[in-house]
């Protein structure tokens, strides 16, 4: 993060928060889905709630935009209090996954759709339609309807209707999950660019982590309904602060062990010194310890390097200029662990199944945890 950046980021979270969620809870029935949900959101910054299928995500931002009505809490935009208030008399746009355009209108109409009530005249509605399809790149795509646009295009003109009212905030509800992988990619880029430039503090729904990860400020996980973690990309990657996080976003290895007091745990006949581990566990207990497939070293190891053991290659799997590679070591008293090599790695240290590979764990990046409850 550049110096400018990491400014920025300092001079938004300084002001005062652009939403303010407190105490919220909703209940279906018998279902909670939010449970004590508390939340600040920053100005200017784009925040992702990442989750799965079920975990509240899409229920919070409905609530959030007055589509649901919370069954406890508060929420506060801007200093003012919209807890209760219908969506119409909220301010913010919405931008939904099946792009939700007037099939019967053309561009120019749908962009301007929220526009036509206002006391804009005529020649300025124009020219801020125009404006704004300048800004999502379709300038000339005025007088087309949206059967004659791709979905990726479609989902740029909903997103200029959004910004047509210059809302305080901008929600997405999983607005790239219907197009395809190549466009969702080219996409996401292209909103995170138009979010910084028009500095509108946003508020994404995702279940793609990899989504998250690329494009979010600040990335809020949650799980059954509650938050698990709040914190920048690096942060929920490198420092997940529960299983459920570290299992969630991104790849992981899961180890059986024993803790020896202090930061010092065994994993089979290897002892591992754990820096990271930030939590007291009393020697003898059993503890799960997360290592991502990355945090291995394979090259230039020497014969007193930390955590280092002998390995073989039981499976590779090719992903292009990325593979796995699932090792098993006697060490380890037969647990296996899956971990990343570049395509020239492979080839660099014969990495193939049946080989043989000495390794050293990056103890430092592991995280400890208690072993996850069994039904």
Same mark, same amino acid.
Request: a negative charge.
């Given at each position: 993060?550049?110096?400018t950046?990491?400014?920025l980021i300092?001079?938004?979270m300084s002001?005062?928060?652009?939403? &303010? ?13 939010l449970? =004590? ?6 100005p ?7 989750g ?9 931002? $409905?609530v959030?935009?007055g ?13 003012r209090d919209i807890?209760?208030?219908p969506? =119409?008399?909220? /301010?913010y746009g919405?931008?939904?996954?099946s ?10 109409d *749908?962009?301007?759709y929220?526009?036509?009530?206002s ?10 339609v ?5 800004l999502?790149?379709?300038p000339?795509s ?10 990726g295009?479609?989902q740029r003109v ?12 901008l ?8 197009? /395809?992988?190549?466009?969702?990619v $080219? ?18 729904v ?15 996980v949650?799980?059954?309904?509650v ?7 690096? =942060? ?7 299983p ?5 976003v991104?790849?992981v290895?899961v180890?059986?062990g024993?803790a020896?007091g ?7 006949e290897l002892?591992? &010194?754990?820096e990271a581990?930030?939590s007291?566990?009393?020697p ?5 310890l997360?290592?991502?497939?990355e945090?291995?070293v394979?090259e230039?190891?020497?014969?007193d ?6 390995a073989?290659?039981?499976k590779v799997e090719?992903l292009g ?7 098993t070591?006697?060490?380890?008293h037969g ?8 395509l ?5 240290? =014969?990495?193939? &199944?049946? *080989?043989r590979?000495?390794?050293?764990l990056r103890?430092q990046r592991? $995280?400890?945890f &208690? ?5």
């Amino acid at each position: 993060m550049d110096m400018t950046a990491a400014k920025l980021i300092a001079e938004a979270m300084s002001a005062p928060p652009a939403l &303010e969620i407190s105490g919220l809870h909703k209940n279906f029935e018998n279902f909670s889905a939010l449970r =004590d949900v508390h939340l600040t959101v920053h100005p200017g910054e784009m925040l992702c709630f990442l989750g799965p299928s079920g975990c509240g995500k899409t229920t919070l931002l $409905r609530v959030i935009a007055g589509l649901e009505t919370q069954t406890s809490g508060s929420i506060v935009q801007n200093g003012r209090d919209i807890s209760w208030l219908p969506a =119409d008399k909220r /301010d913010y746009g919405i931008v939904f996954q099946s792009y939700a355009l007037f099939p019967n209108l053309s561009i120019a109409d *749908n962009v301007g759709y929220g526009l036509a009530n206002s006391r804009m005249r005529k020649p300025e509605i124009k020219a801020r339609v125009a404006e704004l399809l300048a800004l999502v790149g379709l300038p000339t795509s005025g007088d087309k309807y949206p059967s004659q646009l791709s979905g990726g295009q479609q989902q740029r003109v909903a997103l200029a209707r959004a910004l047509a009212t210059n809302p305080g905030l901008l929600l997405l509800d999983e607005p790239l999950s219907a197009l /395809d992988a190549t466009v969702r990619v $080219r996409l996401r880029a292209e909103i995170r660019r138009l979010q910084k430039q028009v500095g509108i503090t946003t508020i994404m729904v995702t279940h793609d982590q990899e989504e998250a990860l690329s494009m979010a400020d600040r990335i809020v996980v949650m799980n059954h309904g509650v938050i698990e973690q709040v914190g920048t990309p690096m =942060d929920i990657y490198e420092r997940p602060a529960t299983p459920f996080v570290a299992d969630f976003v991104g790849k992981v290895n899961v180890l059986r062990g024993r803790a020896l007091g202090g930061k010092r745990f065994r994993v089979g006949e290897l002892e591992l &010194e754990c820096e990271a581990c930030n939590s007291h566990f009393e020697p003898g207990q059993e503890v799960s310890l997360y290592l991502r497939p990355e945090d291995r070293v394979a090259e230039n190891l020497q014969p007193d390097t930390p955590h280092r053991l002998n390995a073989l290659v039981t499976k590779v799997e090719f992903l292009g200029g990325l593979c796995i590679a699932e090792v098993t070591s006697d060490a380890l008293h037969g647990q296996s662990l899956g971990l990343h090599f570049s395509l020239n790695q492979m080839h660099d240290l =014969d990495i193939r &199944e049946g *080989n043989r590979l000495d390794i050293a764990l990056r103890a430092q990046r592991i $995280r400890v945890f &208690e072993p996850k409850a069994t039904a």
